[in-house]
């Protein structure tokens, strides 16, 4: 079965740092692009970050940009984001996608259940 | 950045009704558009890739059309297990989503 995992979420102070992780399993995880989308409560969809199969093409929504980085380890079949000084407004509930091709002309066919985050003193 | 606007922002409707949600993109995006349903909960689901390509599994009263700038997604009769919210996706330049068009019960 194909599926995703995410994990590391929680509650953070502002200024913070935290670590999602997203474990892949049943495809071929080095095939795809892989990113982070998030969602705030009561909000619409809001991508995040886009890694290439291979790390070399990376991108980032400007509300996180020099804040987040995403990376992955094709030998762990893992995704993460590592966030740092975090803000209220980055209380969301975060998911990890896959491309649907390895050529990206086919959005996300597969989605995780999502990690929260929670930024609040 | 690409900018995408979905309208309306909700949507009042009946079964068996013909339903059409329309998404505008900033700057031509060629056919690299895609639809999604989310129910509540849940992860969002893939619908329509490349403006009109119709994912494994979903039903065909869901169809997608457009080019460029302006696209349309279709359901030719609502079912109750169709009312949820819809978003529309570029995949021409990084990915974006609009905002969002949510169905439901008239």
């Known amino acids: 079965e194909v599926q995703l995992v995410e994990s590391g979420g929680g509650l953070v102070q502002p200024g913070r740092s935290l670590r999602l992780s997203c474990a892949a399993s049943g495809f071929t995880f080095d095939d795809y692009a892989m990113h982070w989308v998030r969602q705030a409560p009561g909000k619409g969809l809001e991508w995040v970050s886009g890694i290439s199969w291979n790390s070399g093409s990376i991108g980032y929504a400007d509300s996180v940009k020099g804040r987040f980085t995403i990376s992955r380890d094709n030998a762990k079949n893992s995704l993460y984001l590592q966030m740092n000084s975090l803000r209220a407004e980055d209380t969301a509930l975060y998911y990890c996608a896959k491309d649907g091709d390895s050529s990206g002309q086919k959005a996300f066919d597969i989605w995780g259940q999502g990690t929260m985050v929670t930024v609040s003193s | 950045d690409i900018q995408m606007t979905q309208s309306p922002s909700t949507l009042s409707a009946s079964v068996g009704d013909r339903v059409t949600i329309t998404c505008r993109a900033s700057?031509?995006?060629?056919?690299?558009l895609a639809w999604y349903q989310q129910k509540p909960g849940k992860a969002p689901k893939l619908l329509i890739y490349?403006?009109?390509s119709l994912e494994s599994g979903v039903p065909s009263r869901f169809s997608g059309s457009g080019s460029g700038t302006e696209f349309t997604l279709t359901i030719s009769s609502l079912q109750p297990d169709d009312f949820a919210t819809y978003y529309c996706q570029q995949y021409n330049s990084f990915r974006g989503f609009g905002q969002g068009t949510k169905v439901e019960i008239k």
């Open positions: 490349k403006a009109s």
């Open positions: 700057q031509s995006i060629s056919s690299w």
